[in-house]
């Protein structure tokens, strides 16, 4: 029943008919074109930040080291900047996923919003008292709480996005979803890299303490941007009609209903960024060969950003993939893939040895982010967001999503190990190729979980998700009036309400 295709289930569900319990469905009602889709750009665009504050991070870490020296690199802040903002992420996901399903999927937005805004704001301004070590403990307590703002924008933004898709044209759900959710992180990812360039060539080196703290600021810009879109947000009209805000839910129930389900998503979502983070150490073996040792940090920061921009490709040819051939075979496909080209590069990465090739092991590792990106990095949000129903979504996903940032924070510490036991240790040929080995490997297992594990998703699954649900619960004896909003429970039907009248009316025509 849990990992047949909807349309399946659906035909043996009580509650086959939308209208029968809610009247319109969601695609009906009348509402404008822009007025469908701005909520879904106003939810999910956020995620633009996401991808900046903890991409840049690493161009500051660039810069610090450059200032600070021993001062910097001997610290326990150097590790601690990066990490803390994961630890960050997993509390800020786990907490607004509870939010957004017990009392608004609006609110919690805005509130993650203002979080983004002003903790951003403060780590351009760590002072810590005018000594290097307070301003780098300031600075990596503001990047704690910086990445609670961001762990808000997965389960309240992502979720209320992929709601709001309900809302817009058939056949184009999926792409709408990933162009304002992923595609959002990978620009947020280019632009980490290429603003610092810009900003280092417009301060020049000898005024990099300006230029790291400008690098920081610029990220109060898109949270800014949004407060207006999101605080004008009606919530979305799935969360109205489901929603348990106001009575008690079944835990019980939807732990039978969701745990294996919910186990799959996590772990392919733990994999991905488990992987992930492996693969990005090939970026800085090669920009190592090209550049050399005496290269200016602007050019670092340019040579970043022409492999972050192989990102945009996969991540935009992949929404499109994703509405044609349906997420789950699109994530399978995509991943299975990677994981070839990752073994291909494992078995070329003694050719990083001589400069004469990098040029073409940059279109191979470019070919391999699109794959990465078209595959579990579009998908795998938009399973997360669609393979539950609306009432205990919010805390599904944030599930799911706080074990992908477990995955990569157990990634930094594990490669570094499997590498320093290889044969010739780290420096060798084989420190650089066994992660990899290790990494497609779980690619090709990711593949496989998700093609035989995952259910069909199709352009209607929310709402199926939802009646699906709705008719388990009432199999147990639970009753579903008690769901959605009161002025939806007034208006609602349950299908025990149904069979109840039919009963009635049999019995008084045999009278």
């Not at 496989?448 to 009646?467: K, N």
């Not at 699906?468 to 009036?481: H, I, M, P, S």
Request: with cysteine; aromatic share 14%.
């Amino acid at each position: 029943m849990f990992f047949s295709s909807n349309e399946k289930t659906l035909e043996d569900s009580p509650e086959r008919n939308e209208s029968e319990i809610h009247g319109a469905p969601l695609e009906n009602h009348e509402k404008g074109r822009w007025e469908r889709s701005w909520p879904t750009i106003a939810c999910g665009a956020g995620l633009f930040s996401d991808g900046y504050v903890n991409g840049v991070i690493g161009q500051v870490n660039t810069i610090l080291k450059t200032l600070y020296s021993t001062q910097y690199t001997s610290s326990p802040a150097q590790s601690n900047v990066n990490s803390v903002a994961f630890a960050g992420t997993v509390v800020g996901q786990l907490f607004f996923g509870w939010i957004s399903d017990n009392y608004s999927r609006k609110w919690a937005l805005v509130i993650s919003t203002v979080l983004l805004f002003i903790f951003a704001a403060l780590s351009a301004g760590s002072y810590g008292g005018g000594t290097i070590h307070g301003m780098l403990a300031a600075l990596t307590a503001w990047r704690f709480l910086l990445g609670i703002g961001i762990g808000g924008e997965y389960p309240a933004g992502s979720v209320a996005c992929a709601e709001s898709t309900g809302e817009l044209k058939e056949g184009h759900r999926n792409r709408w979803f990933i162009m304002f959710t992923n595609v959002q992180i990978d620009i947020g990812i280019v632009a980490s890299s290429f603003v610092p360039m810009i900003v280092v060539l417009a301060c020049t080196e000898s005024h990099l303490r300006a230029a790291w703290r400008i690098c920081l600021g610029l990220g109060v810009i898109p949270p800014l941007s949004l407060i207006y879109l999101r605080l004008k947000l009606n919530e979305p009209e799935e969360f109205n009609r489901e929603t348990m805000k106001d009575t008690k839910t079944p835990w019980w129930l939807v732990i039978k209903f969701y745990w294996f389900r919910l186990t799959i998503v996590s772990l392919i979502w733990f994999i991905y960024d488990f992987s992930s983070y492996s693969f990005s150490i090939y970026s800085s073996a090669w920009l190592s060969i090209i550049l050399g040792k005496s290269a200016p940090i602007w050019k670092s920061f340019g040579w970043t950003t022409l492999v972050n921009v192989f990102y945009l490709p996969g991540a935009i040819g992949g929404a499109f993939l994703s509405d044609f051939i349906g997420p789950r075979l699109a994530l399978t496909i995509g991943v299975f893939l990677q994981g070839l080209v990752g073994f291909i590069m494992a078995g070329c990465y003694g050719l990083l040895d001589t400069s004469s090739h990098v040029a073409g092991f940059v279109v191979v590792y470019g070919i391999f982010l699109s794959l990465g990106e078209a595959g579990p990095g579009d998908n795998i949000g938009l399973v997360a967001s669609k393979t539950s129903a609306t009432c205990i979504r919010g805390q599904y996903y944030s599930i799911a999503a706080a074990f992908g940032k477990i995955g990569a924070f157990v990634g930094t510490y594990v490669f570094p190990v499997i590498q320093k036991n290889a044969p010739g240790g780290a420096d060798g040929v084989r420190g650089g190729q066994d992660p990899f080995f290790v990494s497609s490997s779980l690619c090709i297992f990711s593949a496989f979980l998700a093609y035989f594990c995952l259910p069909h998703i199709g352009q209607d699954t929310i709402t199926a998700e939802d009646l699906k649900f709705r008719a388990y619960l009432e199999e147990n004896g639970w009753d579903t009036r008690q769901m959605g909003k009161k002025d939806y429970q007034m208006h609602s039907a349950s299908s025990l309400d149904t069979q109840l009248g039919k009963d009635t009316m049999e019995s008084e025509e045999k009278r």
